[in-house]
């Protein structure tokens, strides 16, 4: 299930709730594990409903390999929505089920129909902005922090299509103008602190140069290898974003979720994230 990826996502709620002005607290506090939750049972029902494909294109996946068969990853996946679902009840209540029904309807759609589609891209765009809303108890003030994400999302999908036969050279120019378009939108919120202020332009530019480097590289030479590593690097890349887009509400946030990225890196040395 991409362990590497999934500490790409718990911080998509601690941006919501901090773009809106409530950072997490009690119960709430446990609405990034529905975020994790989520991404986990799209990764399986990914697998799932990829297996015929994979079998011809990546065999060493966990179906195809033979490891995990296609009912268990389908039994897990539907496990694990639910999972996402109760924990964002029991955490948010109303208010957060509001955004995780759809999202979990939306990965499903995703995985199962869309993915195969022009439509694919957007689809996971959404189901990214969904899950930085399911953070925001007034989601109206979430909504710039929600856009950054899920146009990010939009550009590394859309690139991601690539990672086994390359990449159009114009799909890597249309991420690049994506990351372009994320860097603006998480740098010209308004932020009340001085501190805040230099945490969230620190963490816009790494994410800038981290994501826009290897995009840059698969513009120039948008060959499999290439688009592999520029669709890592914008998967891990959410982290400093998301660092970015909290700190206009809470530094300590901020660190926190900035934190993730080296545990990540290190850990997809082990484990492909994509």
Not at 35 to 44: E, H, K, L, T
Not at 131 to 160: E, Q, Y
Not at 201 to 222: I, K, N, T
Not at 228 to 249: E, F, K, N, W, Y
Request: proline share 7%; net charge positive.
């Amino acid at each position: 299930m991409r362990a590497p990826a999934a500490l790409t996502v718990w911080g998509d709620t601690v941006a919501g709730a901090a773009a809106a002005g409530t950072p997490l607290r009690g119960r709430r506090m446990l609405l990034p594990l529905s975020s994790v939750a989520f991404y986990w049972a799209g990764m399986a029902i990914n697998d799932w409903a990829d297996r015929e494909l994979d079998a011809v294109e990546r065999p060493e996946r966990p179906i195809p390999s033979g490891r995990v068969s296609p009912a268990a990853a389908l039994g897990t996946g539907a496990a694990l929505t639910a999972t996402g679902l109760g924990v964002a009840a029991f955490a948010g209540g109303r208010r957060a089920l509001r955004f995780a029904a759809p999202l979990a309807a939306t990965l499903w759609a995703y995985d199962t129909v869309l993915k195969k589609t022009p439509a694919g891209p957007f689809g996971m765009a959404a189901c990214r902005a969904l899950d930085v809303l399911l953070g925001a108890p007034d989601p109206g003030r979430a909504a710039g922090a929600a856009a950054a994400l899920g146009v990010h999302t939009l550009g590394v999908t859309a690139l991601s299509t690539g990672e086994v036969h390359g990449a159009a050279p114009s799909t890597a120019r249309a991420a690049l103008t994506g990351t372009a378009v994320a860097t603006a939108v998480a740098l010209g919120a308004p932020v009340r602190t001085p501190a805040r202020r230099i945490a969230g332009l620190a963490a816009g530019a790494v994410y800038a140069r981290f994501v826009g480097s290897a995009q840059l590289a698969a513009v120039r030479d948008p060959s499999a290898t290439i688009v592999r590593r520029a669709t890592g690097a914008g998967i891990h890349g959410m982290v400093p974003l998301q660092s970015a887009l909290t700190a206009r509400g809470s530094l300590s946030a901020a660190v926190a979720v900035a934190a993730a990225l080296p545990l990540a890196r290190a850990l997809s040395r082990k484990v492909s994230p994509t």
